[in-house]
Structures are given as structure tokens and as C-alpha cells.
């Protein structure tokens, strides 16, 4: 009985150690990008709206991360400033050479059981602002500067808030951000409507 329980005790021991060599490897590496990217740089610095690398925000389901064609298409011409910025730059259009994807880390993300759509609520004129914050601003980005925590109660803050509209869009000022179809000047117009998201759980629990 006593070799039972001492070989259980060490067959737990074991099993604790195994996830927690994986959890602290994953914890480890969780943020670290495969290039070190700045948003500040790119959408701040330079303007670039979210849309021209994140081409599927307003096509899709998700918002996708940029090719390495995509990076290479400006990288090809643009070697960077700095002596930082240029080492990253050689590292991408290494990828491009060996015609490798750029193996990006996702850290804004919801769980497999639940149905996001960035086209949905681009089309009605939803800023990337509104759930990622003033991302043109971070240089890195992690999950402990996120914005929003993603979850379901503060997507229901949302969804059961009215949202002024004209002509079908979420009325506010025109962002750089976006890439979609926007109301010019809605901010100063009067709202010809209102917006009420969804409370139907099959509609994001599908």
C-alpha cells in the first residue's frame, strides 16, 4: 500500500513538473516576436493605418497579420534610421529569402468557443481604437498593456450601449486607422439612427 501511494506521489510530482517546465517555457516566451516590431513606428511615426498590413479586418473573420511580400513591398526600399531598425528589417527579408512566413505571435485573442468578427464590426464603422486602444503609441505589445481584457462582460458593455449612426455608421470623428467605408463629418451630424449590439448568445457562441 505504502509503494502504491509513494508511487502515485511520484507520478504526480512528475506530472507537476512536466506542466510546470511548459507553463514557464510558454510564460517565458509568450511575448518575445520572432522580429521586433514597433506599431509606434509604423502606424505613429509614419501613418500607416492599421488596414494596409491587417488587410483582412474588413474582409474576414480575423484581421490577419501581415505577409512577408507585405513587409517586403516597403522593407525592399526602406532599410531603416537606426542601427536597431535596420538589423530587424535584414530579418525579415531573410523569411522573404528562404520564402519562410514571419511566425508572429497572436496576443490578442479569444477563446476557440467564441465567434469574433472584425468585418462586422468594421463595416458599421467601429474604429480599431475602440477594442486596441491608441496602438499607434506602444512599441511592444503585450497582453499586460492591453487595452481591453477581452472579456465577455466588456464586449457586453458594448453590446448594450446604444451607438448613434448616420447613414448606417457609428457617428465619431474620421480615425487613420481605418481603411473601410467611413461618413465624412458624421461627428458633426445628427444621428439618423442608432446602433444596439447583439444579446443573442448564439450569436457569438455559435
Not at 513538473?17 to 510564460?27: A, I, K
Not at 522573404?96 to 464603422?125: A, C, L, N, T
Not at 487595452?147 to 487613420?176: E, Y
Given at each position: 500500500?505504502?509503494d502504491?501511494?509513494?508511487?502515485?506521489?511520484?507520478?504526480?510530482?512528475?506530472?507537476?513538473?512536466?506542466?510546470?517546465?511548459?507553463?514557464?517555457?510558454?510564460?517565458?516566451?509568450?511575448?518575445?516576436q520572432?522580429?521586433?516590431?514597433?506599431?509606434?513606428?509604423?502606424?505613429?511615426?509614419?501613418?500607416?493605418?492599421?488596414?494596409f498590413?491587417?488587410?483582412?479586418?474588413?474582409?474576414?473573420?480575423?484581421?490577419?497579420?501581415?505577409?512577408?511580400?507585405?513587409?517586403?513591398?516597403?522593407?525592399?526600399?526602406?532599410?531603416?534610421?537606426?542601427?536597431?531598425?535596420?538589423e530587424?528589417?535584414?530579418?525579415?527579408?531573410?523569411?522573404?529569402?528562404?520564402?519562410?512566413?514571419?511566425?508572429?505571435?497572436?496576443?490578442?485573442?479569444?477563446?476557440?468557443?467564441?465567434?469574433?468578427?472584425?468585418?462586422?464590426?468594421?463595416?458599421?464603422?467601429?474604429?480599431?481604437?475602440?477594442?486596441?486602444?491608441?496602438?499607434?503609441q506602444?512599441?511592444?505589445?503585450?497582453m499586460k498593456i492591453?487595452?481591453?481584457?477581452?472579456?465577455?462582460?466588456?464586449?457586453?458593455?458594448?453590446?448594450?450601449?446604444?451607438?448613434?449612426?448616420?447613414?448606417?455608421?457609428?457617428?465619431?470623428?474620421?480615425?487613420?486607422?481605418?481603411g473601410?467605408?467611413?461618413?465624412?463629418?458624421?461627428?458633426?451630424?445628427?444621428?439618423?439612427?442608432?446602433?444596439?449590439?447583439s444579446?443573442?448568445?448564439?450569436?457569438?457562441?455559435?
Amino acid at each position: 500500500m505504502k509503494d502504491m501511494r509513494s508511487k502515485l506521489k511520484m507520478l504526480l510530482l512528475a506530472v507537476f513538473w512536466v506542466m510546470f517546465g511548459f507553463l514557464s517555457t510558454g510564460v517565458a516566451d509568450e511575448f518575445t516576436q520572432p522580429i521586433a516590431f514597433s506599431h509606434k513606428t509604423h502606424a505613429g511615426t509614419n501613418e500607416i493605418p492599421c488596414e494596409f498590413c491587417h488587410t483582412y479586418a474588413r474582409r474576414s473573420i480575423n484581421s490577419g497579420a501581415p505577409s512577408v511580400e507585405s513587409c517586403i513591398g516597403c522593407h525592399s526600399v526602406v532599410e531603416g534610421a537606426k542601427d536597431d531598425q535596420k538589423e530587424e528589417i535584414k530579418k525579415a527579408i531573410q523569411y522573404w529569402e528562404k520564402r519562410q512566413p514571419i511566425p508572429w505571435k497572436k496576443i490578442h485573442d479569444v477563446p476557440d468557443f467564441v465567434h469574433f468578427s472584425h468585418k462586422r464590426h468594421i463595416k458599421v464603422g467601429f474604429d480599431c481604437t475602440e477594442c486596441h486602444g491608441d496602438i499607434a503609441q506602444i512599441d511592444v505589445i503585450s497582453m499586460k498593456i492591453m487595452f481591453a481584457d477581452l472579456s465577455m462582460g466588456w464586449c457586453m458593455q458594448c453590446h448594450t450601449k446604444n451607438h448613434p449612426v448616420v447613414k448606417g455608421q457609428v457617428s465619431g470623428p474620421i480615425r487613420q486607422t481605418r481603411g473601410g467605408a467611413i461618413v465624412p463629418g458624421s461627428v458633426n451630424q445628427t444621428p439618423d439612427g442608432s446602433l444596439l449590439g447583439s444579446k443573442d448568445c448564439y450569436v457569438c457562441h455559435k
